[in-house]
Structures are given as structure tokens and as C-alpha cells.
């Protein structure tokens, strides 16, 4: 039981890695990305499958890490979905490279590669590989230039990104 423990560690702690073609921004302030997040789009995973109004808000966990709940509502099952977890970062804290759990002691990347400096008004994230993407913004819905063209930034690194779904928050 122990060996089995310690490979899926190893397996799981792989996942705390950089896609191809993905760097993180630098000069990251993380007092000005704490709070609330819209996911304004995302590639499909299970564990949101199906979720609308979704959001994220990030406050300061007593332990230096940051505490993350994500929010959304199912329509199938009539009801308000959450998660919690924490994330540390995985370099220096001025780089938007961290790692995030939300299950016990296994970590997966979190990547803000794309993000507004001036305003931190939206970022673009991804997790370990490019079959992870969200687009959040500090609003419920991002004006459509600039929605066009965080997506094309994403795509020219190499993401799926004609598989998005565009999140529902009317």
C-alpha cells in the first residue's frame, strides 16, 4: 500500500509542470489578483461539466498559501456546486506559476500566462497541459474583441481552443 501511496505522489507530483509554448507572466502581484474571478470561458473537464455562473475568489490563507473556492451552478441537479483548495506558488511569488489542490496532498499546475497588468481586469490560465484553459475576468462577461483575442493567444500556443465552452452568467 505504501509503494502504491508513493508512485501515485510521483505520478501526481509530475503534474505540477509548464505546457509546451506556455510561460508564466512575471511581475505577478497576487494582492491584486486575491478576490473574485468569472470564468468567462474554459476547455471541458469533468469536474465542471455542466456548470454555469462559475467563479473563483482567492483570499490569503494563515499559512502564506491562497485559499481558492470555486462556484458554479447545475442546472441538472438544481443546485450550487463548490470546491475548495489551496495553492502555493511554485517559484518566486512575483511569477504566476502555482501549484493547486483540492485533493489531499496532489498538486496540479496553474498557470497565468495571459493577464492584465494595469487592471488585473482579466487573466488566461492553464493547468499542467493545454488540454486545461480558463479565461476569467473581474466582470461576468468580457467585451468580444478582447474575448477574440485572448482566445487567439491561446490557440497560437497551442490550445484546442474551438472546443471552449462560453460560460453561462445571466
Same mark, same amino acid.
Given at each position: 500500500?505504501?509503494?502504491?501511496?508513493?508512485?501515485?505522489?510521483?505520478?501526481?507530483?509530475?503534474? /505540477?509542470?509548464?505546457?509546451?509554448?506556455?510561460?508564466?507572466?512575471?511581475?505577478?502581484?497576487?494582492?491584486?489578483?486575491?478576490? @473574485?474571478?468569472?470564468?468567462?470561458?474554459?476547455?471541458?473537464?469533468?469536474?465542471? %461539466?455542466?456548470?454555469?455562473? +462559475? @467563479?473563483?475568489?482567492?483570499?490569503?490563507?494563515?499559512?502564506?498559501?491562497? %485559499?481558492? +473556492?470555486?462556484?458554479?451552478?447545475?442546472?441538472?441537479?438544481?443546485?450550487?456546486?463548490?470546491?475548495?483548495?489551496?495553492?502555493?506558488? +511554485?517559484?518566486? *511569488?512575483?511569477? &504566476?506559476?502555482?501549484?493547486?489542490? !483540492?485533493?489531499?496532498?496532489?498538486?496540479?499546475?496553474?498557470? /497565468?500566462?495571459?493577464?492584465?497588468?494595469?487592471?488585473?481586469?482579466?487573466? /488566461?490560465?492553464? &493547468? *499542467?497541459?493545454?488540454?486545461?484553459?480558463?479565461?476569467?475576468? %473581474?466582470?461576468? !462577461?468580457?467585451?468580444?474583441?478582447?474575448?477574440?483575442?485572448? +482566445?487567439?493567444?491561446?490557440?497560437? %500556443?497551442?490550445?484546442?481552443?474551438?472546443?471552449?465552452?462560453?460560460?453561462?452568467?445571466?
Amino acid at each position: 500500500m505504501k509503494k502504491l501511496v508513493a508512485l501515485l505522489a510521483l505520478l501526481v507530483g509530475g503534474c /505540477v509542470t509548464l505546457p509546451e509554448n506556455v510561460r508564466p507572466v512575471s511581475d505577478f502581484r497576487l494582492e491584486r489578483y486575491l478576490g @473574485t474571478w468569472y470564468e468567462i470561458a474554459r476547455l471541458d473537464h469533468p469536474f465542471e %461539466r455542466g456548470l454555469s455562473h +462559475v @467563479t473563483a475568489q482567492y483570499s490569503l490563507r494563515g499559512d502564506g498559501g491562497v %485559499r481558492v +473556492v470555486n462556484r458554479g451552478y447545475s442546472a441538472r441537479d438544481e443546485k450550487w456546486k463548490q470546491a475548495e483548495g489551496r495553492a502555493y506558488f +511554485v517559484d518566486d *511569488p512575483q511569477t &504566476g506559476f502555482l501549484k493547486v489542490s !483540492f485533493f489531499g496532498p496532489f498538486y496540479g499546475s496553474y498557470v /497565468v500566462f495571459e493577464l492584465d497588468h494595469a487592471n488585473y481586469a482579466y487573466a /488566461v490560465v492553464s &493547468g *499542467p497541459d493545454t488540454s486545461y484553459l480558463w479565461i476569467l475576468a %473581474r466582470e461576468p !462577461f468580457m467585451d468580444e474583441t478582447l474575448r477574440k483575442e485572448l +482566445v487567439a493567444k491561446a490557440a497560437e %500556443r497551442g490550445f484546442k481552443t474551438e472546443g471552449l465552452i462560453f460560460v453561462e452568467h445571466e
